[in-house]
């Protein structure tokens, strides 16, 4: 199975400041037909997940535009410009590229 | 507007079985693979398996932990997928949630790009 790492776990944001989230791959996400399948998830309390990013930088209709993927190969990263209370949450990095698995998550606060 | 709604879930004990089903509305259903994630209490996602549009044979895929317990079909009449879980384990206790996939250009991908709420299982004796 390729193994998602996540970090940090934890991330407590002051609002209106930004925050990073990275994403390791054990093995490439570059797929067969040139694809990178790395897609990023929110998951608000109590609510199932939502689709942000697919194919590493592509964000979802309705998805705020402080929200941004990017990275290649095995190194990914979500960034958030501005955090909003509205993004408190666990955020999920996912690759598509083999069977389907996802990193640990991290959980977004603020201070 | 796409919609993904399960149902099924409940308290069961261990070794025994539940069927799930994810009822589709919105879009054309049979066009689209169709997978299973679950998420256990406090903890991350795992996916569970998939099925393919009959399109590209209508197979199916499955993660380890659930290969030869865990079925999936789908009836595409009706619009929905079912999950059959047989032999069920404590650490099956886990929120289901069903998703959609893309079949296009001769493969099956894991889009994820829409979610059902969730159905609950409960495995305890």
């Known amino acids: 199975d390729v193994v998602m790492t996540q970090s940090p776990l934890s991330l407590p944001v002051t609002l209106g400041q930004p925050a990073s989230i990275s994403c390791r791959s054990s093995q490439s996400l570059v797929y067969s037909d040139g694809n990178t399948y790395l897609s990023w998830f929110q998951q608000r309390p109590g609510q199932s997940p939502r689709r942000l990013i697919y194919?590493?930088?592509n964000r979802d209709s309705g998805v705020p535009d402080r929200f941004s993927g990017s990275g290649s190969g095995t190194d990914f990263t979500l960034k958030i410009s501005r955090v909003e209370a509205e993004d408190v949450g666990v955020y999920y990095c996912?690759?598509?590229?083999?069977?389907?698995?996802f990193g640990q998550g991290t959980k977004v606060e603020i201070k | 507007e796409v919609q993904l709604v399960e149902s099924g879930g409940g308290l069961v004990q261990p070794g025994r079985s539940l069927r799930l089903s994810c009822t589709a509305s919105?879009?054309?259903?049979?066009?689209?693979?169709m997978s299973w994630v679950r998420q256990a209490p406090g903890k991350g996602l795992e996916w569970v398996g998939f099925i393919r549009s009959k399109a590209y044979g209508g197979t199916t895929e499955y993660a380890a932990s659930v290969k030869g317990r865990f079925t999936i079909s789908r009836d595409d009449s009706k619009s929905i997928a079912y999950l059959q879980m047989n032999s069920l384990k404590t650490e099956d206790t886990a929120v289901y949630y069903c998703?959609?996939?893309?079949?296009?250009?001769?493969?099956?991908?894991?889009?994820?790009?829409?979610w059902g709420q969730g159905t609950l299982v409960t495995v305890s004796s």
């Open positions: 996912m690759q598509g590229t083999h069977w389907p698995t």
């Open positions: 194919k590493v930088s």
């Open positions: 998703s959609r996939g893309d079949c296009s250009g001769g493969s099956c991908y894991f889009t994820f790009d829409y």
């Open positions: 919105g879009f054309t259903f049979g066009d689209y693979a």
